[in-house]
């Protein structure tokens, strides 16, 4: 039972973890079971505690007939009578999920809430698994063949014509992020490409190449939710959320008065900085959803790092690299080479946030007090945007 | 067959239609954009097709101008040699794609509908 809490009481984050990402033997229970146990080992809080679990999942009926897997993970973690509930967004499901664990916290429905995320993808053929992707659509984008590839084609054409920007800036996304993944243990491509190879690459949605692609992935991750007052009991150290919020923008994608703005990623901006109290200027790194080259320009153009149409400029000048960059972007390799397990995704943004918050980040730990996660559903049909802090 | 969209009180034209338009607007008419010609807005070729679409599958982002009202639709080209700022005109076909081979329940929507023509 939840406790009475003062609803301005900060919800903390105590717990993160997130598997090997790529293609994995296991199907979504092991998974999520696999991240679910390590989130709450590194918590140090046992399964009885949780009184909310959230499992964020784009498609596990349809990838492979398995549903119910909220109330499936309760049992096998040992987490009855935990109130379960699905989180589907889409690609932003993860992200989703962290708003609905949020919630649950700052509501005062649940003094420990755990969040996971996963899908079991690979097991597919890639016409398979983008035809189920591609579900998302509205009938008369449906029926002529179109992809969230596809979407990504066309939007790239538009920017790189409209604000004459060269096509190696969007390459040079795919070479930051490939370098970023080597230093990451469960990223699925721990491997350095170069410009050259990503821009001679096989085309798959012209302009755009193989390499401007995230790949097709198993795995999950996990964050452990709490009041304030409940993570102090646990540990000194913790991680606090400081904004969060959700938008959605125009189901039929053609529908958009301005194809490079993201309506969904600068509402769900406006509202996490709103929160928080912070703008673009305050954050220290950040984690977007490079699911394919061309999203990284937009979300920093619509969450105000980079004003419209500029954001190429600042990945060709190093802004956003990581050792050396002022505001460096996809630390953890991104979508791009973690791989993107859709309902896993938007949490293991957060996984690195944390991870990059609490110190913890390894040969990726860059210098950041104050971090945001952005997770895009569809092509930027449902985005959330948030922001986490160090415990002060 | 049309290429029906549907103009709204405020006098905003989209494609499809919806039941309420731009701020709350009820639907007063349908229009027949298959009449209009339209201008490629961006397009794209790809190679990387879902179960019962042609492969490669060129689709572009075109706009009508409806009596100074502008209203953009996707589809189809009937060709890849296409670029930006082609004029385009809708051309009917029976099947876009093959019903019941991707994930999407055959009755559960139309499968004719009109591609793009550089004219």
């Known amino acids: 039972m939840p406790r009475t809490q003062q609803a301005s009481e900060r919800v903390a984050i105590v717990g993160a973890s997130m598997t090997q990402f790529g293609q994995r033997e296991g199907w979504i229970m092991d998974l999520l079971a696999e991240a679910g146990l390590e989130c709450l080992e590194d918590a140090g809080v046992d399964a009885e505690n949780v009184e909310h679990l959230y499992v964020s999942n784009m498609a596990s009926g349809e990838f492979e007939g398995m549903t119910g897997v909220p109330n499936a993970l309760a049992h096998d973690l040992d987490a009855m009578p935990a109130y379960t509930q699905r989180v589907d967004q889409t690609s932003s499901s993860g992200g989703a999920g962290i708003y609905a664990a949020w919630q649950s916290i700052a509501s005062g429905a649940s003094d420990m809430t755990l969040l996971v995320g996963g899908e079991k993808m690979s097991h597919r053929s890639t016409p398979e698994t983008t035809d189920i992707i591609a579900s998302v659509t509205h009938p008369v984008e449906y029926k002529t063949g179109v992809t969230l590839p596809s979407f990504a084609g066309l939007t790239a054409r538009h920017y790189l014509e409209r604000f004459d920007a060269p096509r190696e800036s969007?390459?040079?996304?795919?070479?930051?992020?490939?370098?970023?993944?080597?230093?990451?243990?469960?990223?699925?491509?721990?491997?350095?490409?170069?410009?050259?190879?990503?821009?001679?690459?096989?085309?798959?949605?012209?302009?755009?190449?193989?390499?401007?692609?995230?790949?097709?992935?198993?795995?999950?991750?996990?964050?452990?939710?709490?009041?304030?007052?409940?993570?102090?009991?646990?540990?000194?150290?913790?991680?606090?959320?400081?904004?969060?919020?959700?938008?959605?923008?125009?189901?039929?994608?053609?529908?958009?008065?301005?194809?490079?703005?993201?309506?969904?990623?600068?509402?769900?901006?406006?509202?996490?900085?709103?929160?928080?109290?912070?703008?673009?200027?305050?954050?220290?790194?950040?984690?977007?959803?490079?699911?394919?080259?061309?999203l990284e320009f937009l979300q920093m153009e619509g969450l105000g790092f980079a004003d419209q149409g500029e954001a190429w400029k600042l990945v060709e000048e190093g802004y956003t690299k990581r050792d050396t960059g002022e505001l460096p972007v996809n630390t953890s390799g991104g979508l791009k080479s973690k791989g993107h397990p859709l309902g896993a995704s938007g949490i293991a943004q957060g996984v690195e946030i944390y991870e990059q918050l609490m110190g913890e980040a390894g040969p990726r730990q860059v210098d950041a007090d104050i971090g945001l996660a952005c997770n895009v559903g569809g092509f930027g049909n449902c985005v959330i945007t948030t922001i986490m802090e160090t415990a002060q | 067959m049309t290429m029906e969209a549907t103009r709204y009180e405020d006098g905003s034209i989209s494609y499809p239609g919806h039941p309420r338009g731009p701020g709350g607007t009820e639907p007063v008419e349908t229009i027949d954009l298959s009449e209009y010609t339209a201008e490629v807005v961006t397009w794209t070729t790809s190679t990387a097709t879902p179960p019962g679409v042609r492969e490669p599958n060129t689709l572009a982002i075109v706009e009508f101008d409806v009596d100074g009202e502008s209203v953009r639709a996707i589809g189809q080209v009937t060709t890849d040699d296409v670029e930006t700022g082609d004029d385009v005109e809708p051309v009917y076909v029976e099947e876009l794609r093959e019903p019941g081979a991707g994930i999407r329940e055959p009755d559960s929507q139309d499968w004719n509908g009109y591609q793009f023509e550089p004219v």
Request: glycine letters at 8%.
């Open chain 1, 170 to 294: 969007l390459g040079k996304v795919a070479v930051k992020n490939h370098k970023n993944g080597v230093d990451n243990p469960n990223a699925q491509f721990q491997k350095e490409v170069d410009l050259e190879t990503v821009l001679e690459s096989p085309i798959v949605a012209d302009p755009l190449r193989l390499y401007d692609f995230c790949p097709i992935t198993d795995g999950s991750a996990a964050l452990l939710f709490c009041p304030e007052s409940v993570a102090e009991e646990y540990t000194d150290e913790y991680v606090v959320v400081a904004g969060v919020d959700g938008a959605t923008d125009t189901h039929v994608v053609h529908e958009r008065e301005d194809p490079t703005i993201m309506g969904g990623v600068v509402e769900s901006g406006k509202g996490a900085y709103k929160m928080s109290g912070y703008g673009p200027d305050d954050i220290d790194v950040a984690e977007l959803h490079d699911m394919f080259t061309i």
